[in-house]
């Protein structure tokens, strides 16, 4: 038992959309990740997910049923939730987010197709 500090947690890494796990908390994680480019639409069918920007910006393209998209614009110390089931794409000039997950939660979700070499499909790495 000992705090963790997010900014030096985030001096761990370098990697972007690539999620460290800073805590768990009961079947959650509690994970950190830089930020930049492009991530891929990717749903989670069975649990929201929560985004707190550390750092710079973060956008959040969602698909609504109807197949209209539109971007949510999130700066530092803004908070989103993605409704599950809710198909989006994230992206970013440049920063870092803090985000709740169940445990085992891949950070691509649902996708289909390539994933850059760039995104990390994993349910999270710890520190």
């Given at each position: ?5 997010l900014?030096e947690?985030?001096?761990?890494f370098?990697?972007v959309?690539?999620p460290?796990?800073v805590?768990?908390?009961n079947?959650y ?7 930049r480019?492009?991530?891929v639409w ?23 049923d109807?197949?209209?998209e ?16 809710t198909?989006?794409?994230p ?11 169940p ?10 197709g390539?994933i850059?070499?760039?995104?990390d ?5 710890d520190?």
């Amino acid at each position: 038992m000992r705090p963790v500090n997010l900014n030096e947690a985030l001096a761990s890494f370098g990697e972007v959309y690539s999620p460290r796990i800073v805590t768990r908390m009961n079947d959650y994680d509690v994970r950190v990740a830089h930020v930049r480019g492009e991530h891929v639409w990717h749903t989670h069918e069975d649990t929201d997910e929560f985004f707190l920007v550390l750092e710079g910006r973060f956008d959040v393209a969602v698909r609504a049923d109807d197949g209209t998209e539109s971007t949510v614009t999130l700066q530092k110390g803004d908070t989103f939730v993605v409704p599950r089931g809710t198909p989006h794409k994230p992206s970013s000039p440049g920063g870092s987010v803090l985000m709740f997950e169940p445990s085992g939660t891949l950070s691509t979700g649902s996708h289909e197709g390539e994933i850059p070499a760039h995104v990390d499909s994993t349910a999270g790495h710890d520190l």
